[in-house]
């Protein structure tokens, strides 16, 4: 397979055919579904959800941006059919965060290839960090003040356990999915038949 | 002079993935106006060659292209995936992925959009469309509340533009129940007597398209043109044993009776067929010779149902006042057709569900008392897509998995894993990655991990969807082997009306969440009025039975008795 | 499924069902910009006014939508409010401009007159905004919610985006209760017996299967758009996107005269000539309010400060 040296700029972006759409639409879908019923609470406006590896697979597969909308359509769509009235504050944190959660590609990790080192889960950690304090400690809460008067205080608890509570399951869920993701992706060649003992 | 619409001229074609060629050496020609059948098994390349008439190949599948293919005198790689559509309409295999509307209408409207047609112009050609295929009194219903079959037909109006000619059907009948495939052939028969437009059917199912006539059968097979030639001629050969497709029962049971096929007119149709005396003779002597009596089950129960309601809605049973009991090592299909209550009676046997009355029994206990992981160990249950089980990466791991869960020790879960792995025959294959395998081994791989565990009874859900005639007779091999020499108690939940009668003793069918019969396999499908209120489709050895004026209970028992037989030996 | 979700897949039959998808947009979204504008309770009250009536016009099946507004005044009224008064009880000074002590237990733990009018102005802002997607998930389908949004000038490939995961969420969901149900059968507890860290372990799992299946459908779903002319033009149209009726045209007139009204209240009251607390209250004259930012209250700053 030709390797291409593509720009940074193309990467952030993404390749917007046809599949990538399909693809972004069902990752929202799961985001949306998975939102609402694949979490546990654990502080107001904030839970512990299984939601937020989906930005891992599509960032991974598709690039940053396609994990950007992915989590900011999801997140409308979750508002809408939990029915919980729609929060552009937590709307447009998700989708941020979903970016920086996405940025795999552009520093190397490509799982399409197999290529996920111990080098490039360190980097996604570190990303998940900044991303969710980007989102949820900066974008957030100037929303959050601006549109609904939230107070800051509260707002700024609020994303830390946001921040704590998505980085667990980004780290603690997202590394091994991504480890498996990029095993079924490697190269399936020198696949031998093993009669042997050895189990 | 007939017009050509489609020609193949020396054309090869490898995707830029593989290392080999996926098609070599075509030529072909189909006329204006014909209704062509592409026939072979999976890999055969007759899904490629369609994707080379509507443009899939070149522009989104990408490979090696050599030769040509023109259609309607237009070179394909000249022209591009939306030039292409404006006269070849493809209804894809998968009706459910193809509908992307969020209502009938909108998904009839999805190529004018994407044409930015204003939506006065839309209007009419909708209802038109919807008119052709009979659902003109569907156009605001949703998808989830339409079947199988409404959605294949939605998607064939999806593809009817104005100019579209050229009608390629990938598969249409592999996600149909059997009456819903009678219905689809139908349809497709009805829109090919209109002469300007062609018909290109691709299927591994030939008995269930050649319902209705078509012209010219095209076997690909290595991905070449094995045979092209009539239906007729096509059935008088040895071509589909040689290539692994199923032929028609009524072909079965005729070489059974030892008939010569050279003489019969009309062989392709059992609804015309004309028997020479000479093989008349020799079927009716086949038929009326009598055989053996199948063994009664004397062993005692497993499965148990007493008297079983059960409803999602309140006042909406989907399950009423059933009753039967299954014994240990019996072979069971139940079937009826999709939403007649078949899958929630295999639900309720796993505890999933609970019945709202009566009892449900597993191994004479009332299965209240019993957590549906206790069930698991008695029970196992294969969902139809394989895809929906794997969880792990490797298929040793996958099987081991319910092991894992239970915390069994490690020496343990080895020699159980090792079991089941050679039961299945995976052992060779057990550090492999689950997505290395075909469709039909990861079929294998769902059974092994449900074995593992040892269950008396299984249940398979569909298991001969989407698979052609070799994998399905691989995986039913195997599933044999596990009832007669491990003793498992096998339920197919099944609407394939061949399938139970091969692999099965006794049927269950259920028809508006009752059971409406309960008897040996052969006398089920012969009951005509059963098999009507079920929804479902008569085997060509009814008609058989009709055209030698034999009774069809007693042709059907025959025929199995002689196939069982035959398959000792 | 259908009935378990507030958003309808089927059109209903009430004039405000019956308007176009652009309609409702633009309706949604001024009343959104609106209830983010104002920070004055007799505005937000009188905004809620046209959400409810259009809400009791669409005949809707109430239990759900009172099980929906509860949990949301539980969550955040009753939680997010003690929550509060424990973090920072005097937020009533930033926003409303003064502090009365009603109610005091000790040094960081009272009740501030002032906190309990900037909660209930919160509270009301939080419920108008709730009346308003209400509204309009009520009325709107799916694609015209996506037709509504090409009409906002939206690239087309996100309202695809939008219409396809609606497309997609029943598809889900039945998806998961099977591959649920074949998990527990194979032995996995997923059920409040076991412990949180088991079952999000076990979710995860379980989500392995769902996620593959769902993308694994990607390539047929494309296929079929792209045999279907899906993505040649730089536009498209919507068959969801009827024309419009009577009450559509006067509804437009009357967006363009809230939508300017709305414009005039930013500029007019909240830039040139702003009252001087963030939130008008009845307790104190506009002469005694005093100024204070918010960022004075931020934890983390006081630290620095130190």
Same mark, same amino acid.
């Given at each position: ?67 950007m ?5 999801g997140?409308v ?49 570190v ?21 609904y ?16 509570g ?15 993701l ?18 | ?73 237009q ?19 998968d ?7 969020l209502?009938?209408a ?25 008119a ?12 989830f ?54 018909i ?14 078509v ?8 991905g070449?043109?094995?045979?092209d ?16 497709i ?5 072909v ?28 008349k ?10 055989s ?8 005692d129960?497993?499965v ?5 309601t ?18 240990r ?62 969880i792990k ?65 299984l ?14 007779t ?19 939940? =099944?609407?394939?009306? %061949? *399938?139970? +009668? @091969?692999n099965?003793e006794?049927?269950?069918? &259920?028809?508006?969440? #009752?059971?409406? /019969? ?10 005509d009025?059963?098999i ?10 009814? =008609?058989?039975?009709? %055209? *030698?004026? +034999? @009774?069809?209970?007693?042709v059907?028992?025959? &025929?199995?008795?002689? #196939?069982?037989? /035959?398959?000792?030996? | ?16 069902h019956?308007?176009a ?6 309706i949604?979204?001024?009343f ?25 016009s ?15 005044l539980v ?13 920072s ?14 109610w ?5 733990l ?35 919610f ?8 939206m ?7 939008v ?10 969901a039945?998806?998961?209760i ?7 059968m ?37 296929n ?9 033009l ?19 007139i ?10 005039f ?24 309010i ?17």
């Amino acid at each position: 397979m030709e390797i291409k040296k593509k720009n940074v700029g193309a990467m952030l972006v993404g390749e917007w055919n046809t599949k990538t759409i399909v693809a972004v639409a069902i990752g929202a879908a799961l985001f949306g579904v998975l939102m609402c019923y694949g979490g546990i609470p654990i502080f107001t406006n904030t839970s512990l959800t299984t939601a937020m590896i989906i930005p891992v697979i599509v960032g991974a597969l598709f690039g940053p941006l396609p994990a950007m909308v992915c989590c900011g359509v999801g997140n409308v769509i979750a508002d809408l059919i939990g029915g919980w009235g729609l929060w552009f504050d937590w709307s447009v944190g998700n989708a941020v965060m979903a970016f920086c959660v996405g940025l795999l590609p552009v520093y190397g990790a490509n799982i399409k290839e197999g290529i996920f080192t111990a080098k490039h889960a360190v980097i996604y950690a570190v990303c998940c960090i900044l991303g969710n304090m980007v989102a949820f400690g900066v974008i957030t809460p100037i929303f959050s003040a601006l549109f609904y008067g939230s107070d800051l205080n509260l707002t700024f608890l609020q994303a830390l356990a946001a921040t704590l509570g998505n980085t667990l399951v980004l780290v603690v869920v997202g590394i091994p999915i991504l480890l498996v993701l990029a095993n079924r992706y490697k190269s399936r060649t020198n696949l031998k038949e093993d009669k042997g003992d050895q189990y | 002079m007939k017009e050509p619409a489609i020609v193949f001229k020396d054309f090869s074609f490898q995707y830029r993935v593989q290392h080999e060629p996926t098609l070599h050496d075509i030529n072909l020609t189909i006329y204006k106006g014909e209704k062509v059948l592409i026939l072979g098994s999976s890999g055969s390349g007759k899904s490629t060659l369609a994707n080379c008439i509507n443009g899939l190949i070149p522009f989104s599948h990408h490979g090696t292209m050599t030769g040509s293919v023109t259609v309607m005198g237009q070179e394909t790689r000249e022209s591009s995936i939306y030039g292409l559509s404006k006269t070849v309409g493809t209804v894809l295999q998968d009706s459910d992925a193809q509908f992307v509307g969020l209502s009938v209408a909108e998904d009839i409207a999805f190529a004018m959009e994407n044409e930015a047609k204003p939506r006065r112009e839309m209007v009419p050609i909708v209802e038109e469309h919807a008119a052709t295929v009979g659902m003109s009194d569907f156009l605001g219903a949703v998808p989830f509340n339409l079947s199988g079959g409404q959605k294949q037909k939605v998607a064939i109006a999806g593809v009817l533009g104005s100019n579209v000619n050229i009608l390629i059907f990938d598969e249409p009948l592999a996600a149909l129940d059997p009456q819903m495939g009678n219905t689809a052939v139908e349809l497709i028969d009805d829109l090919a007597r209109d002469k300007e437009r062609t018909i290109i059917i691709i299927e591994h199912r030939l008995e269930d398209v050649l319902h209705r006539n078509v012209d010219r059968i095209v076997l690909m097979a290595d991905g070449r043109i094995a045979a092209d030639m009539t239906p007729d001629e096509l059935l008088k050969s040895d071509l589909l044993q040689k290539h692994g497709i199923r032929e028609p029962l009524y072909v079965t049971a005729m070489k059974y009776a030892g008939c010569e096929l050279e003489g019969t007119e009309n062989l392709g149709d059992i609804n015309t067929i004309r028997f020479t005396d000479e093989a008349k003779g020799k079927l009716m002597r086949f038929f009326t010779e009598e055989s053996e009596p199948m063994p009664e089950n004397t062993a005692d129960e497993v499965v148990g149902f007493d008297h079983v309601t059960y409803e999602y809605d309140a006042g909406k049973p989907v399950v009423r006042d059933a009753s039967f009991s299954i014994k240990r090592g019996e072979r069971i299909a139940v079937i009826g057709k999709n939403g007649a209550g078949k899958s929630t009676a295999a639900k309720l046997i796993c505890g999933v569900a609970r019945p709202k009355s009566g009892t449900v029994r597993i191994d004479g206990q009332d299965a209240k008392s019993l957590s549906i992981k206790e069930i698991g160990e008695r029970v196992g249950y294969v969902m139809q897509n394989p895809n929906q089980m794997i969880i792990k990466d490797t298929i040793k791991k996958e099987v081991e998995y319910a092991l894992t869960i239970r915390e069994m020790p490690q020496d343990t879960i080895r020699e159980k894993a090792t079991a089941a792995l050679n039961a299945c025959s995976l052992y060779s294959m057990r550090n492999w990655p689950v997505d290395t395998v075909s469709y039909g081994q990861k079929k294998r791989i769902t059974v092994a991990s449900i074995l593992v565990l040892e269950p008396d009874v299984l249940i398979l859900d569909e298991p001969s969807a989407g698979q052609d005639y070799k994998s399905y007779t691989e995986i039913m091999k195997f599933i044999n082997v596990l009832n007669r020499e491990y003793g498992k108690t096998i339920l197919f939940i =099944t609407h394939d009306m %061949h *399938l139970a +009668l @091969e692999n099965t003793e006794r049927a269950i069918v &259920f028809s508006d969440g #009752e059971v409406i /019969a309960d008897d040996k396999v052969f006398a089920v499908l012969a009951n005509d009025d059963i098999i009507s209120r079920a929804n479902l489709k008569q085997t060509s050895l009814y =008609t058989l039975a009709k %055209h *030698l004026c +034999l @009774e069809p209970e007693q042709v059907t028992r025959r &025929f199995i008795a002689h #196939e069982r037989e /035959a398959s000792k030996a | 499924m259908n009935n378990k979700l507030v958003i309808n897949f089927v059109p209903g039959p009430t004039p405000v069902h019956k308007l176009a998808g652009s309609t409702k947009m633009l309706i949604f979204l001024l009343f959104t910009a609106a209830i983010i504008a104002t920070f004055d309770i007799r505005v937000i009250a009188a905004l809620m006014i046209v959400p409810i009536i259009a809400i009791i016009s669409m005949r809707p099946n109430y239990k759900p939508l009172i099980v929906l507004l509860s949990v949301m005044l539980v969550t955040t009224g009753v939680i997010g409010s003690i929550m509060l008064l424990i973090v920072s009880p005097d937020t009533g000074f930033s926003h409303v401009g003064g502090s009365t002590i009603i109610w005091q237990a000790s040094e960081k733990l009272f009740i501030t007159r002032e906190t309990l009018w900037y909660l209930l102005v919160t509270m009301t802002k939080r419920v108008a905004s709730f009346l308003t997607v209400m509204m309009f998930a009520l009325a709107t389908t799916p694609s015209e919610f996506a037709s509504g949004l090409a009409f906002l000038h939206m690239p087309y490939k996100v309202c695809t985006i939008v219409s396809l995961a609606y497309r997609t969420i029943p598809d889900i969901a039945s998806k998961f209760i099977d591959i649920r149900n074949s998990m527990q059968m194979r032995g996995v507890e997923l059920s409040k017996k076991a412990s949180v860290g088991k079952r999000l372990k076990a979710t995860g799992q379980l989500l392995i299967p769902l996620i593959m299946s769902s993308f694994g459908r990607v390539e047929s779903i494309a296929n079929a758009m792209d045999l279907r002319g899906y993505g040649r033009l730089k536009t498209r149209t919507w068959y969801a996107e009827h024309e419009l009726t009577n009450l559509d045209k006067i509804l437009r007139i009357a967006a363009i005269f809230f939508g300017a009204a709305i414009l005039f209240y930013i500029v007019y009251f909240r830039i040139i000539n702003p009252y001087p607390a963030e939130m008008w209250c009845p307790f104190i004259a506009k002469e005694d309010i005093i100024a204070k930012s918010q960022f004075e209250d931020i934890f983390f700053l006081k630290w620095f400060n130190k």
